[in-house]
């Protein structure tokens, strides 16, 4: 259910992933953490990779629960991307004491084709069945700049997933509003924004969340919804900067 790199009792951080994705996503951010000095723990969400299956139809405040008993009592840096970044806005909320600070990547807000998403994974995964070799060159793409790495992730990550149920929620009652969500949230914050032109799931509350941020800390990037594979290197430069600012105050 989980994948840790780096050892010690050093700075702890932990990866949250998107839909239909797994712990595997992290498979260069977690290494390059450690390399840094970090203690890096990528975890399944509920209904992806090794976690359990979902029962019945879930909610956000479900996910976050199921998520927050794989977490330590301390995290210095809780890190989400899309879906993951929901879950960590909750935890933060929850939970004040257990996280330093946040790294969203790219969360979904209002305005979201939650439709859309859901017949998506769905007709990936039907593909991903029927025909592996076509779904990773249907990935390969879409999407020219990933690592062969990536490509094979989120194909796979798709095949591990429980996609009735993922997409039953995403129907129903898994959806939030982005901007109550940091309401509740008083640690520092590091967003983490793909290019509105190339798909960025923050939409409509792309101005309103900059508006929440202090300056630096709303961070756009020349890169599609998943940053971390479109932009590695980028992505990791801003969370580091961002983790030793934090960690010197």
Not at 45 to 66: E, I, K, M, N
Not at 68 to 80: H, K, T, W
Not at 175 to 188: E, G, I, K
Not at 199 to 211: F, H, I, K, N, T
């Amino acid at each position: 259910m989980s994948i840790t790199w780096g050892a010690g009792d050093g700075r702890t951080a932990v990866l949250l992933h998107g839909v239909s994705a797994r712990a595997e996503t992290w498979w260069r951010i977690g290494p390059a953490l450690a390399a840094a000095g970090w203690r890096a723990t990528a975890v399944d969400l509920p209904g992806h990779g090794r976690a359990p299956r979902l029962a019945g139809v879930s909610d956000l405040s479900h996910l976050a629960d199921a998520v927050a008993v794989e977490l330590p009592p301390r995290v210095d840096l809780l890190i989400g991307h899309s879906l993951g970044a929901a879950v960590a806005l909750v935890l933060a909320g929850r939970y004040p004491d257990l996280a330093r600070a946040l790294v969203l990547e790219d969360p979904p807000g209002r305005g979201a084709d939650r439709e859309a998403a859901a017949a998506g994974m769905e007709a990936g995964a039907a593909l991903v069945a029927a025909d592996r070799d076509a779904a990773l060159a249907q990935v390969r793409q879409l999407n020219p700049s990933w690592a062969d790495e990536d490509v094979a992730h989120a194909v796979d990550g798709l095949a591990a997933s429980d996609v009735p149920a993922i997409a039953a929620a995403m129907r129903g009652p898994l959806s939030w509003d982005v901007l109550d969500l940091f309401a509740a949230v008083h640690v520092p914050v590091l967003l983490l924004a793909a290019a509105p032109e190339k798909g960025s799931a923050l939409r409509d509350d792309r101005e309103p969340v900059r508006a929440l941020l202090p300056p630096g800390r709303f961070v756009a990037l020349d890169g599609g919804h998943c940053l971390h594979r479109d932009l590695p290197d980028d992505w990791l430069r801003a969370v580091l900067a961002f983790a030793d600012e934090v960690s010197a105050h």
